[in-house]
Structure formats: structure tokens, C-alpha cells
């Protein structure tokens, strides 16, 4: 089983970065993909970034491109999220998940897709000030 624990959240105001960072830890890190989700409130969760295994590339949504930057520190077990200009819409939940589906690589689903993720941190709130 792996274990996610995201940290890094707080209150920032708007314009200002900020990391997130994903400690990745457990007797198996058997996972095909880890990615970064946010849940705003009263909207469902959104998939904005992933990393896949196989070859290591980097993914986001459309909806964050060019405003953020997700890496991994494989020696540390680590994964960041970098965000840049931070709006108050990007007030959220984040998590960083795991998958292991068999349906990542079927071209059904975006690899960030939520549904594709079957194991998650405990989140870490993040609330942009205007």
C-alpha cells in the first residue's frame, strides 16, 4: 500500500506561488501514475496533473497549463506541485493520488482523470486571498 501525505497549503494572496509538496512512502510504491487533484467547494474533484511511470512525462489540464509545474524527486520519494500567479479560484482541496488502473492507458480517459486513481492523501487545503 502506499501512503500519500500532502503538505504545503495555507492561506496566500492572490498573484504569489506556491508548493505543494506529496511525501510518497510505503513497503510497495507499486503505482502506474501519481497525479494532482483539487476539490473546490460544492464542485467535483478536478484532475490537473499526473506523472506516469512508464516514461516519466508530465500532464496537465488545459484549464491550469502554463500556470503550474508538477515534478518528482525520485531519490526522496517526493512529488511538488508548483503553482505560479495563484487566483482565487484556486482556492481548493489538493491531493495527490495513485493509480494502478488497468484502464490508464486504454485512451478512454484523460491520465489526470480522477476516476483512475484509486489511492489518495488526506488533502491539503489551500485558500487565495484577492
Known amino acids: 500500500q502506499v501512503e500519500l501525505v500532502e503538505s504545503g497549503g495555507g492561506l496566500v494572496q492572490a498573484g504569489g506561488p506556491l508548493r505543494l509538496s506529496c511525501a510518497v512512502s510505503?513497503?510497495?510504491?507499486?503505482?502506474?501514475?501519481i497525479g494532482w487533484f483539487r476539490q473546490a467547494p460544492g464542485k467535483e474533484r478536478e484532475g490537473i496533473s499526473c506523472?506516469?511511470?512508464?516514461?516519466?512525462?508530465?500532464y496537465y489540464a488545459d484549464s491550469v497549463r502554463g500556470r503550474l509545474t508538477m515534478s518528482s524527486d525520485n531519490a526522496k520519494n517526493m512529488v511538488y506541485l508548483q503553482i505560479y500567479k495563484l487566483k482565487p479560484e484556486d482556492t481548493a482541496v489538493y491531493y495527490c493520488?495513485?493509480?494502478?488502473?488497468?484502464?490508464?492507458?486504454?485512451?478512454?480517459?484523460?491520465?489526470?482523470?480522477?476516476?483512475?486513481?484509486?489511492?489518495w492523501g488526506q488533502g491539503t487545503q489551500v485558500t487565495v486571498s484577492s
Open positions: 506523472i506516469l511511470r512508464r516514461d516519466s512525462k508530465t
Open positions: 493520488a495513485t493509480s494502478r488502473s488497468p484502464n490508464l492507458y486504454s485512451g478512454m480517459y484523460y491520465y489526470y482523470d480522477p476516476r483512475l486513481y484509486d489511492n
Open positions: 510505503g513497503s510497495s510504491l507499486d503505482y502506474s501514475a
